[in-house]
């Protein structure tokens, strides 16, 4: 078997990103990128990016300016047997030493992997799951990721609301907090008041550059028994982090915006955080977040990967949570948006205890409805070998 090309479809949201009044809940993100790498032998991957897709095209596609040294990932990739998945992976990181290496260059090579590890799959019968060497667990708790609201009556509402729907969990994000940050603790507040003690909270996205502050808040914030407190100083404040961490009781989570085994080890090492969010498809794909699992493990930290885009991500989350030893939750992004709820035929469902199974199809085990993809699509690419 080998790879023969590569298709990218760039799409774009009705809606712009964010939370407005006569949403149901908030708006994903305005545009989102579909890869599919297809083989001779008609078996094709699939995977999207939660990047800027625009940029990720021209990653793939960029013409050769210095052979296997700074080119398009494609040289990396087509021709290539999809299940010497390592050395396809060594190829791309090389083939962008010019142009970052991380960054934007491994969210590319990441769709690219994720649509390989899709491959692997359904061409062996299996999910991705088995593939990345064990299925230990068929399915996790689920918790709705979704933007803060204003004021408390409303956060009061959101919890009504994703109780309903049957979510054990809930972490609400950036919006108003990005802006006042003293704000989260009357909001949080309201929101635990009205879950009670029978559901975990979450909060993210204060992203301060006072450290004394965001140490403040989330002493503050513990007496609301929230689970986990993300990102609330810029990521690559690894000093920031360490002092926080060592200055409260609330675990601290970081890492959707990093790329690499080499940028999470100093995440761990430096930073000294509790939790470890790669998003898979800016980490390094799942050739490298598998290899990441062993690494948090082996620190005594949790990893919770990050998930915000469709189903597809999602599923390939899901597939590396089952991976882990003691996986804790799965991001559940709750966009009221077609990029996120209407981009595959078979969505995955929340479960009456809260939980999402794990998909047991092979590949991801999920399926693109291409009619929803080219209503969206204001650009594409289609490689060929």
């Not at 094709?44 to 939660?50: K, N, P, W």
């Not at 290539?80 to 970052?100: L, V």
């Not at 409303?154 to 802006?179: C, H, N, P």
Request: net charge negative; with cysteine; glycine share 8%.
């Amino acid at each position: 078997m080998k790879i023969t090309g590569i298709d990218v479809s760039i799409l774009e949201s009705p809606y712009d990103y964010g939370m407005v009044s006569d949403a149901s809940d908030s708006r994903g993100p305005k545009y989102a990128m579909i890869v599919q790498v297809n083989t001779d032998e008609g078996i094709t991957g699939i995977a999207d990016c939660d990047s800027h897709p625009h940029i990720m095209k021209s990653f793939i596609d960029a013409p050769s300016y210095i052979r296997k040294f700074s080119e398009g990932l494609k040289y990396a990739v087509l021709g290539e047997n999809p299940f010497e998945y390592e050395k396809i992976w060594t190829q791309m990181y090389q083939a962008a030493f010019y142009q970052g290496r991380r960054g934007a260059a491994i969210h590319a090579m990441s769709a690219i992997d994720i649509a390989i590890w899709d491959i692997i799959g359904k061409a062996t019968g299996n999910p991705v799951s088995v593939m990345l060497g064990a299925r230990k667990h068929e399915k996790v708790t689920a918790y709705a990721s979704t933007l803060f609201r204003n004021t408390p009556e409303e956060m009061r509402d959101a919890i009504q609301k994703y109780r309903s729907l049957g979510f054990k969990a809930v972490k609400f994000g950036w919006g108003i907090v990005t802006q006042e940050p003293r704000r989260i603790v009357s909001l949080i507040e309201a929101a635990r008041q009205e879950a009670g003690d029978d559901m975990d909270i979450m909060v993210d996205g204060m992203w301060s550059a006072d450290v004394k502050l965001v140490i403040q808040l989330v002493n503050e914030l513990e007496k609301y028994n929230v689970f986990f407190i993300e990102e609330p100083l810029h990521s690559d404040n690894l000093s920031g982090y360490r002092k926080l961490s060592q200055s409260v009781n609330a675990r601290i989570a970081c890492g959707e915006q990093l790329g690499g085994l080499h940028e999470y080890r100093q995440l761990i090492e430096e930073a000294d955080i509790d939790v470890i969010q790669p998003d898979i498809s800016r980490a390094g794909g799942l050739t490298e977040t598998r290899k990441l699992v062993t690494l948090v493990e082996q620190a005594g930290k949790l990893l919770i990967p990050h998930a915000w885009t469709s189903d597809v991500l999602t599923a390939a989350s899901l597939h590396l949570n089952s991976y882990q030893n003691n996986p804790v939750f799965q991001e559940f992004c709750t966009n009221d948006t077609p990029l996120s709820r209407e981009l595959v035929l078979n969505p995955l469902k929340l479960e009456a205890d809260g939980t999402l199974k794990v998909p047991n199809r092979p590949g991801l085990g999920i399926d693109l409805n291409h009619e929803v993809i080219q209503k969206y699509t204001v650009d594409s690419l289609e490689i060929k070998e």
